[in-house]
């Protein structure tokens, strides 16, 4: 699904901070991103979503390579990849239910075809009694859960989760982990960026890929 | 979506009727291009009012002038210049397509000299021409007036026919050239206005950063990006022409109602005699609207242009 292979990434003319990263992301699989702050978790995610380009190495996305992609195509491998973000980053203006809706929306679809699906998400993730409250009016957490829900919603083939549970407690947090354990089986694979080794020890047969030093070592 | 943990209740869907605008809808910038596209779309539409006004009364005047002919009979020495005009006006008679003719007498000669020399002059010295005004029948007859003309300078000596086509040449030519200047006027307005639009849809671009860019990350291709910063500039535009349309249609209604309150002043009826009554009609009404709804699908479609050129930046 995701192949990276000898991937290297400066920014400028300063030093390699991703070198020789080669690591494959399996359909339906499952699996942690994990390293110290700022060993380039956020990097690499954006490396995966095609916000960035790698300075040197090979990027396979979908069987395409990524860098001979158009600006269509990078759009329709968008559609099929959701994505959290660590500083969330809802439209403020929108109401959480239009956040959440926003990737079914912006897909052209009607929204009286995805309007009970989005209300039932957001009971879910216990956002019901906040679908029509702006973003500056939630808590942290429940941006969170906006972020999440809104990641979800078009049934990605590859999620990508920047620090999801870092604003929610504990309880919520293993609530929304085996929301992403049940997208998996259902046919989705899952990368989770996290520095928090009791949510992974968790889940202790996922994978690892741990970055430290600009390389990656994976425990599979 | 299910969690066993999470009692199954029954989905009472309360969505938001109608969908948010993406692009914030009311900011300071908006506001002010509405201002600006109004104030724009008034003078435009002053400007062709004005135009439109003007080509009015001039069809007017030519259609007026060009339905009469003037025979001036100079005196000549040893010849009755009254006989003279009778006879010019009997020739002239004979033509087809020739209405209503007047022959001047001296005493009605001499009184349309009165506003230049004044009155109470004795002009019984000055050889005053007698004058023959004529006026052409609306039919399809007309009168053959090179034919007419030969026959006056041979039967009746120092008569000249005046088919007036110098004035109603410059006439035309000024018409014309105050129609060229308000469509030059017309331009640069709509010229300043997509400037205008230009900059505005720039700024929004810049200010609106984190949507354009969490819309590329969802998976949003640009044409729904574009379309979005269109919509939402065509509204802009649609208030800011339908004001201003509206504030120049009003203007010409009340320019009328002074037209008409100072007619019978002197300088009312100089006003009068270049704009006609500041009637434009009910077509002239519709032309204000159509510059209105003309100005904001210009916002429209300039405001998708340069989104689309950000967008390709962006790549």
């Not at chain 1, 049934?155 to 919520?172: I, K, R």
């Not at chain 2, 002038?65 to 020739?91: C, F």
């Amino acid at each position: 699904m995701v192949r990276f292979e000898n991937v290297g990434l400066r920014y400028g003319f300063g030093p390699e901070i991703l070198r020789d990263l080669s690591f494959n992301i399996a359909p339906q699989s499952f699996q942690f991103l994990t390293g110290p702050s700022g060993a380039g978790k956020t990097t690499l995610m954006r490396l995966m979503l095609q916000a960035l380009q790698p300075t040197r190495g090979l990027i396979t996305v979908f069987g395409r390579n990524a860098a001979t992609l158009t600006k269509d195509e990078i759009t329709a491998m968008r559609r099929r990849i959701g994505v959290v973000f660590q500083d969330f980053r809802l439209l403020e203006h929108l109401t959480t239910y239009e956040n959440v809706a926003l990737p079914l929306r912006v897909l052209g679809k009607n929204e009286f075809s995805y309007r009970s699906e989005v209300v039932e998400l957001l009971r879910w993730v216990g956002l019901g009694e906040r679908m029509h409250v702006l973003p500056p009016v939630l808590s942290g957490g429940e941006k969170q859960r906006a972020a999440i829900a809104r990641a979800v919603i078009a049934s990605p083939e590859l999620l990508l989760a920047d620090e999801p549970t870092g604003n929610v407690d504990p309880s919520l947090g293993r609530r929304l982990m085996r929301l992403f354990v049940e997208l998996q089986k259902s046919g989705t694979a899952v990368v989770i960026a996290t520095h928090d080794l009791a949510l992974m020890d968790m889940f202790d047969d996922a994978r690892r890929l741990v970055l430290g030093d600009g390389r990656m070592h994976i425990y599979d | 979506m299910t969690d066993a943990s999470v009692p199954h209740e029954e989905i009472v869907v309360q969505a938001p009727a109608g969908a948010m605008s993406l692009v914030p809808a009311d900011s300071i910038a908006g506001r002010a291009l509405v201002t600006v596209i109004a104030i724009m779309t008034f003078l435009a539409a002053l400007t062709a009012g004005g135009a439109l006004l003007v080509t009015q009364a001039s069809r007017e005047w030519r259609a007026s002038v060009s339905q009469e002919i003037t025979v001036q009979v100079r005196q000549v020495a040893g010849n009755d210049v009254d006989a003279a005009a009778q006879k010019a006006g009997e020739i002239t008679r004979l033509q087809p397509g020739i209405g209503d003719v007047k022959v001047y007498s001296k005493a009605e000669s001499q009184k349309l000299l009165e506003p230049w020399l004044g009155s109470g002059l004795d002009l019984s010295e000055l050889p005053v021409p007698r004058l023959i005004v004529i006026k052409l029948t609306n039919n399809s007859a007309k009168p053959d007036l090179t034919m007419l003309r030969q026959a006056l300078a041979r039967d009746v000596p120092g008569s000249s026919l005046d088919d007036h086509s110098l004035w109603l040449d410059r006439l035309a030519i000024m018409a014309n050239s105050i129609v060229f200047i308000a469509l030059m006027i017309f331009v640069l307005v709509v010229i300043a206005m997509i400037m205008a639009v230009a900059f505005a849809t720039r700024g929004a671009m810049a200010g609106n950063r984190e949507i354009v860019s969490v819309l590329h990350l969802v998976g949003a291709a640009d044409g729904f990006i574009a379309q979005q910063f269109q919509r939402h500039f065509l509204r802009l535009g649609l208030r800011g022409g339908l004001i201003g349309a509206v504030a120049a249609a009003v203007a010409f209604v009340f320019a009328g109602w002074l037209a008409g309150a100072f007619s019978s002043v002197p300088g009312g009826e100089q006003v009068e005699a270049l704009f006609g009554t500041f009637s434009l009609g009910i077509s002239g009404y519709l032309i204000l609207l159509t510059i209105g709804l003309a100005m904001a699908l210009v916002t429209g479609v300039m405001s998708r242009v340069i989104v689309f050129r950000h967008l390709r930046g962006l790549e």
